[in-house]
């Protein structure tokens, strides 16, 4: 039998990507140059360049300038929630029914972006955490993430608040997922994650999960011995356990515990024993401690979706907490565009199975052909004007 091949150019990605977000955005014209379909273009290009709306303005031979192309998202934009929510509808639009049909492992992570400079409307705009690229200042955002091959979507997006509690963050999120129907079969937490609200909040809706504990009290050098959860950093087996977490308030929380215990056989220049702690609940119940394990590694997957986030991420100096969500929904529309491209276009179909070959479309060149298409239609500003000098 004859195999039938079709072909996929830059076109087709950037009608994609342009009809999708402007379907569930709906910006407006504003001017007779900015339409929707110039701001796209511009948008695009600058996520593409990684850079900001003033560099790709500046770039493009007959784009609109920078400061009318703000003007235009600023005129067209909707208030932060309802930006948030159509945001959302964008990463939710098109999935793949498969991720409808069962229950899926859910990753949920916070991603901080750094910030130099002073809230616009509310202290509470800027999220402090641990020093990081120089500042201790974040725009910070909590992503849910499916955790299945082929079909890694983002589907959840929200801003996180200084001081908001992450029970709240993770019941958003968790509603959000359900708006596309995807329902979780277990998640996996961050660390930061391991608090006495949380781990009451996860056990009281029944929601499995699993999460690293942080190490807190004696260390098994101290004389009267390890506490708190030291005390499972120092087995020496693998095994189960269960833990009682209080916090500040006096509030408890108990949990099941497994320990893995491996041999490090120089991996990252280490050596020796370690032991791994992690928390677990909500109705999972774990066959073997390298289940655990091998579960929970899967959840770094998350971190690389923030790793190409970065990678179509415009850059802004601005204070707008708008503007910032807007340009990291684009980034993470722009992903799951690529992905969505990989398993319904470019996956060879094996049976009931898709082989994907991520190599064919790599993000990067993805983005590549976003930047050619603005070129090809806005021209490049290959031209720098200069006052002649003057002898004297």
Same mark, same amino acid.
């Given at each position: 039998?004859?195999?039938?091949?079709?072909?996929?150019?830059?076109?087709?990605?950037?009608?994609?990507?342009?009809?999708?977000?402007?379907?569930?955005?709906?910006?407006?014209?504003?001017?007779?140059?900015?339409?929707?379909?110039?701001?796209?273009?511009?948008?695009?290009?600058?996520?593409? *360049?990684?850079?900001?709306?003033?560099?790709?303005?500046?770039?493009?031979?007959?784009?609109?300038?920078?400061?009318?192309?703000?003007?235009?998202?600023?005129?067209?934009? =909707?208030?932060?929630?309802?930006?948030?929510?159509?945001?959302?509808?964008?990463?939710?639009?098109?999935?793949?029914?498969?991720?409808?049909?069962?229950?899926? =492992?859910?990753?949920?992570?916070?991603? #901080?972006? +750094?910030?130099?400079?002073?809230?616009?409307?509310?202290?509470?705009?800027?999220?402090?955490?641990?020093?990081?690229?120089?500042?201790?200042?974040?725009?910070?955002?909590? /992503?849910?993430?499916?955790?299945?091959?082929? &079909?890694?979507?983002?589907?959840?997006?929200?801003? !996180?608040?200084?001081?908001?509690?992450?029970?709240?963050?993770?019941?958003?999120?968790?509603?959000?997922?359900?708006?596309?129907?995807?329902? +979780?079969?277990?998640?996996?937490?961050?660390?930061?994650?391991?608090?006495?609200?949380?781990?009451?909040?996860?056990?009281?809706?029944?929601?499995?999960?699993?999460? +690293?504990? =942080?190490?807190?009290? *004696?260390?098994?050098?101290?004389?009267?011995?390890?506490?708190?959860? &030291?005390?499972?950093?120092?087995?020496?087996?693998?095994?189960?356990?269960?833990?009682?977490?209080?916090?500040?308030?006096?509030?408890?929380?108990?949990?099941?515990?497994?320990?893995?215990?491996?041999?490090?056989?120089?991996?990252?220049?280490?050596?020796?024993?370690?032991?791994?702690?992690?928390?677990?609940?909500?109705?999972?119940? =774990?066959?073997?401690?390298?289940?655990?394990?091998?579960?929970?590694?899967?959840?770094?997957?998350?971190?690389?979706?923030? *790793?190409?986030?970065? &990678?179509?991420?415009? *850059?802004?100096?601005?204070?707008?907490?708008?503007?910032?969500?807007?340009?990291?929904?684009?980034?993470?529309?722009?992903?799951? !565009?690529?992905?969505?491209?990989?398993?319904?276009?470019?996956?060879?179909?094996?049976?009931?199975?898709?082989?994907?070959? #991520?190599?064919?479309?790599?993000?990067?060149?993805?983005?590549?052909?976003?930047?050619?298409?603005?070129?090809?239609?806005?021209?490049?500003?290959?031209?720098?004007?200069?006052? +002649? /000098?003057?002898?004297?």
């Amino acid at each position: 039998m004859r195999t039938h091949y079709s072909t996929i150019t830059l076109i087709d990605i950037q009608v994609y990507a342009e009809m999708l977000l402007q379907k569930h955005l709906r910006l407006k014209k504003h001017g007779p140059k900015c339409h929707a379909r110039c701001l796209w273009t511009i948008l695009l290009y600058a996520a593409a *360049r990684i850079c900001s709306l003033a560099a790709a303005c500046a770039a493009l031979a007959n784009a609109p300038s920078d400061t009318a192309v703000h003007d235009a998202l600023l005129a067209g934009l =909707p208030a932060f929630a309802e930006l948030q929510r159509r945001l959302n509808r964008a990463l939710q639009g098109n999935l793949p029914n498969t991720l409808r049909r069962h229950r899926q =492992p859910l990753a949920i992570d916070l991603t #901080l972006i +750094p910030y130099h400079g002073q809230h616009m409307d509310h202290p509470d705009e800027i999220y402090r955490s641990q020093a990081k690229s120089g500042t201790t200042h974040f725009h910070a955002y909590a /992503t849910a993430y499916v955790i299945r091959t082929g &079909q890694r979507f983002t589907v959840g997006l929200t801003a !996180v608040y200084q001081g908001e509690a992450l029970a709240d963050v993770i019941r958003r999120l968790l509603a959000q997922a359900a708006k596309a129907s995807v329902r +979780p079969r277990y998640l996996l937490l961050d660390r930061g994650f391991c608090s006495v609200d949380v781990i009451r909040y996860l056990q009281a809706g029944r929601r499995a999960f699993l999460m +690293p504990v =942080p190490r807190r009290g *004696r260390k098994s050098t101290h004389p009267k011995g390890p506490s708190g959860t &030291q005390i499972f950093a120092a087995w020496k087996k693998s095994g189960w356990g269960q833990y009682t977490m209080t916090n500040a308030q006096k509030r408890k929380a108990t949990f099941a515990v497994c320990v893995k215990c491996r041999n490090r056989r120089g991996e990252r220049g280490r050596h020796g024993r370690e032991a791994l702690v992690y928390a677990y609940g909500g109705g999972l119940r =774990p066959t073997s401690y390298r289940w655990v394990r091998e579960t929970y590694r899967s959840r770094f997957a998350i971190e690389t979706s923030y *790793r190409q986030m970065n &990678q179509a991420r415009i *850059r802004t100096c601005t204070r707008d907490p708008l503007l910032r969500l807007l340009y990291v929904g684009i980034a993470l529309v722009l992903r799951n !565009v690529w992905v969505w491209w990989h398993w319904e276009h470019l996956s060879e179909r094996r049976g009931s199975h898709r082989r994907l070959n #991520l190599n064919v479309l790599t993000f990067r060149r993805l983005l590549l052909w976003l930047q050619h298409v603005a070129e090809k239609w806005l021209g490049v500003e290959d031209e720098i004007h200069v006052q +002649p /000098t003057t002898r004297t």
